[in-house]
Nanobody, 114 residues
Framework: QVQLVESGGGLVQPGGSLRLSCAAS????????MAWYRQAPGKQREQVAI???????NYADSGKGRFTISRDNAKNTVSLQMNSLKLEDTAVYYC????????WGQGTQVTVSS
């Protein structure tokens, strides 16, 4: 059974930082492409960042220069470091496996508010 468990969400002021983590089980993590998505109220879910099994990364324009995705294959975890957070970063953030199969975590709320 595949499980993706996110942690690290919360309330932060604009300009602050948060680090999201996702612990994966039930998959061959080192061979999986992992991603973070987010969904703000009333909006479609959007991809935030992706990291391949080889460590290549890609970011949505909204997070370039502010967000960093990383993975630890020894611990089966993927993280998203978010700096200089903005009000518009408020959303539920989801960890996902996108290759070779698709699985989703339950999501963790990130609220950026003064």
């Amino acid at each position: 059974q595949v499980q993706l468990v996110e942690s690290g969400g919360g309330l932060v002021q604009p300009g602050g930082s948060l680090r999201l983590s996702c612990a994966a089980s039930g998959i061959i993590f080192s061979r999986s492409t992992m991603a973070w998505y987010r969904q703000a109220p009333g909006k479609q879910r959007e991809q935030v960042a992706i990291i391949t099994s080889g460590g290549s990364t890609n970011y949505a324009d909204s997070g370039k220069g502010r967000f960093t995705i990383s993975r630890d294959n020894a611990k089966n975890t993927v993280s998203l470091q978010m700096n200089s957070l903005k009000l518009e970063d408020t959303a539920v953030y989801y960890c996902a496996v996108i290759r070779p199969s698709v699985y989703w975590g339950q999501g963790t709320q990130v609220t950026v508010s003064s």
